[in-house]
């Protein structure tokens, strides 16, 4: 291994909800710590997660669960302007 390159033992978080996952990015963000950066190893988990929190709103809302993701909240609409 060249000099200039060594291994960074950077904390790990493994949210399992949305409201965690937010809980510890405001924690980073409003947090004293020597890291400038936040990353997110995959993508996937994350929009399950947004997809169930999505769902959560909706029913907590409207007190009734929807159908699917796509109907919650009015719906998905498709427009031709977008």
């Not at 291994?7 to 980073?28: A, H, I, N, R």
């Amino acid at each position: 291994m060249k000099k200039h390159m060594k291994q960074l033992m950077v904390p790990s978080e493994d949210p399992q909800t949305w409201t965690e996952l937010m809980g510890y990015v405001d924690d980073f963000v409003k947090g004293e710590h020597e890291y400038r950066m936040l990353s997110f190893d995959t993508i996937d988990e994350l929009i399950d997660m947004a997809v169930q929190e999505v769902i959560r709103l909706h029913t907590k809302e409207y007190k009734e669960v929807p159908k699917s993701f796509n109907s919650t909240f009015g719906g998905l609409v498709f427009s031709p302007l977008c």
